[in-house]
């Protein structure tokens, strides 16, 4: 059974871009929602603190990670639609909180970059560095977390964290939640999944209602105290027991650093 493009759903915020057409600015947060994690437990101070929530016109839309005190990273998806790229002056960066309406620090977004051989869903890349209009104050609550240089080993846990929707389509909350995930085997993900699986993406197996969800794209997947993921796709709906998609950080390392300030 063929998967990808039949039940591939990016992990897109609840928001449409196209309702905030008429807002100027990011410095005045606008509509808050709550969205989580599918099956999460809440987030401990300093747990997450290289989490972020990206914001377009205030609302939240996707997770991102803090890579240094002048960049973030997500997915490609959270801020390309077709051949159009968000202008930057729409996106801000909350920081600093386990709260998703905390706006405890809120930094506008200066620069995006695209991966250039990201084209549109299901075909890897998806991926995007965000300059920030002023450096982050690096302290306990708000951390850079270092890239992996190598994949998780195969059968390894791996944290995965957010504020998407606990469920397709369901109810939401403020925390910021996280999940256990399990790396598993490209032959095992293809031969059981997905038979067209991205050179770029690794597979995150999961039980039954649990994983990433609307508004977790972009978000982290850590292991042991390294970034190896950037949340891109799930299969066939948020909860199902079957892997989620996330961008390898080890084979797009190079991108990354060459194209921000590591």
């Not at 808050?32 to 939240?60: D, E, K, T």
């Not at 997500?74 to 051949?83: L, R």
């Not at 209602?209 to 105290?225: F, I």
Request: proline share 5%; net charge neutral; charged share 15%.
């Amino acid at each position: 059974m063929e998967l990808l493009g039949i039940l591939l759903i990016p992990l897109l915020g609840l928001i449409s871009l196209a309702c905030c057409q008429e807002a100027t600015t990011t410095s005045r947060p606008l509509v808050p929602i709550r969205p989580r994690i599918v099956g999460g437990r809440r987030a401990s101070a300093g747990q997450f603190n290289h989490q972020v929530s990206l914001r377009y016109f205030g609302s939240h839309i996707c997770g991102a990670s803090i890579i240094s005190a002048n960049y973030v990273l997500t997915a490609a998806h959270c801020v390309k639609f077709g051949q159009d790229v968000t202008d930057p002056s729409r996106l801000a960066v909350q920081a600093g909180s386990l709260k998703l309406n905390s706006f405890a620090v809120y930094v506008d977004v200066a620069g995006v970059e695209v991966h250039p051989l990201y084209n549109n869903g299901g075909q890897g890349y998806d991926i995007a560095l965000l300059r920030l209009a002023r450096p982050l104050s690096l302290n306990a609550s708000i951390g850079a977390i270092n890239l992996a240089e190598q994949d998780p080993p195969v059968d390894s846990i791996v944290q995965i964290s957010g504020w998407g929707a606990i469920y397709h389509g369901g109810p939401t909350s403020n925390d910021l939640l996280y999940v256990q995930v399990r790396n598993i085997a490209r032959s095992a993900c293809t031969s059981r999944y997905m038979r067209r699986l991205p050179s770029t993406t690794m597979c995150l197996l999961h039980g039954a209602n649990l994983g990433a969800c609307h508004g977790d794209s972009g978000g982290p997947a850590v292991y042991e105290d390294r970034l190896v993921g950037v949340a891109s796709f799930v299969l066939g709906g948020c909860g199902r027991e079957a892997p989620d998609g996330y961008e390898s950080i080890a084979t797009l390392r190079s991108w990354i650093i060459s194209n921000s300030d590591l």
